[in-house]
């Protein structure tokens, strides 16, 4: 599961923004609904060096508002209100572009109208439930990536494939496609940083150590548990995640079970997570593994250019890792041959 969190907006009425292209002036215009009054509607730069830096912001009056920013055609903002009810990105476009409420994206030029199809196509796919329309809509997000690639827009689709991919080995390859406008981008570029280390700890190189804390709040290290003669699978995962969760309950429960005599071993990793959450989480599932909690918050995922959880590695008797984003059937399917050897062996 992503970080990312996916709003509707509920009291915006109207939003348009007008990018003149001569001037390359931007120009927002709206009418937001009275229980808005009093709001901060900021605007961030997603191309400046710190983008969590507001480039300005407006106090919204709960009626008609309009604001005038200068910037370069093609660059991505964002747009977000005081309570994220307007929580929105947009490419600079000549033209009127209004947010569509249904699902909080802009619409009235090419690029910005594709980003809105899908986040449309999000939006039905929460309301239906299921993960079903999950790998639909990654397609359709890699596409417009791919479309975009060459220009800062492109970021719109990356981020959409951030948002629908668990697997960091196919986001690293979408960024090897990237142009250099985009490459240019800080956001950007810490995602390359992040994925350098993500082909440094690939299969066939050995583990990256780091340390956290025990359930009891002891000093431990990666390095306590693998590398030591056997196989160790590694559960990167969150207390608030669905899918981390699911993965224990389904997986990984029944394999300790049943290999944990056989000399496999498992570990868990939080991050991302609080240290309350995720020892109400462990009680709740009725984990019986060691837990490593990441008291540095990104240390781990960053170690192993994770971009989202559940991350399930395998790392053999030596330290090498064996495998990583290993999922469902895959988990038991890698496991099972092992332990039939050694018990032929036998």
């Known amino acids: 599961m992503k970080r990312t969190k996916i709003f509707t907006v509920i009291a915006l009425t109207a939003l348009t923004f007008l990018a003149i292209g001569c001037k ?36 919204l009056d709960g009626s008609n508002f309009e604001y005038v920013f200068k910037g370069e055609m093609g660059k991505v903002y964002r747009l977000i209100s005081t309570n994220e009810s307007i929580n929105a990105m947009v490419v600079a476009e000549a033209g009127t572009l209004t947010l569509d409420t249904t699902c909080n994206a802009f619409r009235g030029t090419p690029i910005n109208d594709e980003n809105a199809d899908i986040y449309k196509k999000i939006q039905e796919g929460i309301a239906q439930g299921g993960d079903n329309w999950i ?40 960024l090897d496609k990237a142009g250099e406008a985009l490459k240019a981008m800080p956001l ?19 583990f990256r150590d780091f ?7 002891n000093k431990v290290s990666l390095s306590d548990y693998v590398g030591k003669g056997q196989y160790v699978l590694v559960d990167f995962w969150a207390s ?11 997986e990984l429960l029944a394999i300790y079970e049943k ?11 939080a991050v991302w997570d609080g240290k309350e959450d995720h020892l109400k989480a462990v009680e709740e599932l009725g984990i019986a ?38 999922h469902g059937d895959a988990i038991e399917e890698i496991i099972a041959p092992l332990y039939e050897t050694t018990s032929n062996a036998k």
């Open 24 to 59: 390359k002036e931007s120009k927002i215009t709206g009418i937001v609904s009275p229980d808005m009054k009093g709001e901060m509607l900021r605007i961030y730069d997603l191309d400046q060096e710190d983008s969590t830096i507001a480039l300005d912001s407006i106090t």
């Open 211 to 217: 340390s956290g804390e025990d359930m009891e709040g």
């Open 289 to 326: 593994w060691p837990q490593i909690f990441d008291t540095e918050g990104n240390t781990a995922t960053e170690l192993y250019g994770i971009t989202g959880i559940p991350q399930i590695m395998l790392i053999g008797p030596d330290g090498k890792i064996v495998a990583r984003d290993l």
């Open 188 to 206: 950007i570029k810490a995602d390359i940083a992040l994925f350098a280390n993500l082909k440094e700890t690939m299969p066939g190189n050995q």
């Open 135 to 174: 790998q639909e809509v990654y397609t359709l997000s890699e596409q417009f990536y791919l479309k975009y690639a060459d220009v800062k827009a492109g970021f719109l689709g990356y981020y959409l494939c951030k948002m629908t991919c668990e697997e960091s080995s196919k986001l690293s390859d979408l």
């Open 240 to 250: 608030w995640c669905g899918p981390c969760r699911k993965a224990i309950k389904n």
């Open 259 to 269: 290999y944990r005599n056989k000399g496999l071993g498992i570990i868990g990793v």
